[in-house]
């Protein structure tokens, strides 16, 4: 039988798109930690505003 935790650590991680308003960077990442850490380090560097876009999972599978 499977609890809640268990049947979510089987889950895949979510996709995320983060993209800059400033530039042109665009990075697909496994994972909302992972987004916000791509996303905070470019903007240390860029001074530039970034989103994080989660993705379907449809368009990671194709």
Not at 34 to 53: Q, S
């Amino acid at each position: 039988m499977f609890t809640d935790k268990e049947s979510a650590e089987q889950e895949p991680p979510r996709q995320y798109l983060v993209k800059c308003d400033g530039c042109a960077f665009e990075q697909s990442v496994d994972g909302r930690d992972e987004a916000a850490t791509v996303g905070n380090d470019h903007r240390r560097k860029t001074e530039h505003d970034v989103i994080a876009v989660e993705m379907p999972p449809s368009v990671g599978s194709s």
